[in-house]
């Protein structure tokens, strides 16, 4: 690589579940985006900021691209896709277990039109028991769509990393620092930690209920060096509420020890944490809810 110093932005894009998140956290060496085994948690736009020496990488962490049914779903597509549009650089991701299907095409297609350099990274090579089928996969990718580049990687392991910023970096456009060097996102505390609550809920709750949550903070303050954070989590139905306080309130109490503790480490001190649980029926197709909840069309 040349003295010249590279920055601009990659959006990292692909269906729900891939490992967009993952690769975020594991690229920056810290959290700033929340994972689940479930797919579609992810529901912002989130920027990860990475700096080496020649050069700076702008990382738009997207919700994954799948078929909508409903307008929060909608809310989240236009996010990833309007990412795409501003990027200077597409990192599509794929999984190393499967071949492409009708989310990969779909991703391919709108890729195609942006004319972006794009660079696909095959994920979770870790789980691919014959690395052989790697080779037949890469070529089947290729035939679909001339990516810059190819690259096998783990997120989950790490395996791969420098090959795929050495790739993404070739493609970057001349500039400079936009960020200081230890900033590695812009994201408010205020939303990072509203997201920490929605990941325990998340991962501890079932079927349709993750789905049907959001988290809006009420308080957010520090207090004689105790940080006291006052959140709602939101749902569409008494019954959702119910499973998620549990029996004599032991859901909540777990979700929010879970919470607490996360948020304890991240901020460096101590966190007194109160959780609410409220209805709003129908709160993902309603335009209103949506706003209220930090969920805004882009369109």
């Known amino acids: 690589m040349s003295d010249l110093h590279k920055s601009g932005y990659v959006a990292i894009i692909g269906p729900p579940n891939v490992g967009k998140s993952t690769l975020l956290n594991r690229l920056l060496g810290q959290k700033i985006a929340i994972v689940t085994p479930k797919p579609q948690t992810t529901r912002n736009r989130i920027l990860g900021i990475l700096t080496k020496k020649q050069f700076q990488i702008l990382f738009l962490d997207t919700p994954g691209i799948f078929q909508p049914a409903y307008r929060l779903q909608k809310i989240m597509v236009e996010t990833a896709t309007r990412a795409l549009r501003e990027a200077d650089v597409v990192l599509v991701m794929a999984e190393g277990n499967r071949e492409p299907g009708a989310e990969e095409e779909r991703i391919i297609r709108l890729v195609a039109k942006t004319k972006i350099a794009a660079v696909l990274a095959i994920n979770k090579v870790d789980v691919v ?24 990687i783990s997120a989950l392991k790490g395996d791969g990393m420098e090959e795929l910023l050495g790739a993404l970096a070739k493609y970057l456009p001349p500039g400079p620092r936009y960020y200081p060097e230890d900033m590695i996102t812009e994201s408010p505390e205020r939303f990072i930690a509203a997201e920490i609550i929605r990941e325990k809920v998340f991962l501890r709750t079932g079927e349709e209920i993750p789905y049907a949550v959001a988290v809006k903070l009420e308080e957010y303050k520090e207090r004689d060096h ?74």
């Open 129 to 152: 028991r014959d690395k052989k089928v790697l080779l037949p996969l890469m070529k089947c990718y290729s035939q679909r769509y001339a990516f810059r580049e190819i690259v096998p």
């Open 226 to 299: 105790v940080l006291y954070i006052k959140a709602t989590v939101f749902v569409e139905k008494d019954s959702q509420k119910g499973i998620i306080i549990g029996e004599k309130g032991r859901k909540l109490k777990e979700i929010g020890k879970l919470a607490r503790e996360e948020l304890e480490a991240t901020a460096g001190k101590r966190v007194f944490l109160e959780l609410w649980v409220k209805v709003r029926p129908k709160w993902r197709q309603n335009k209103r809810d949506l706003r209220f909840l930090g969920y805004q069309s882009l369109g």
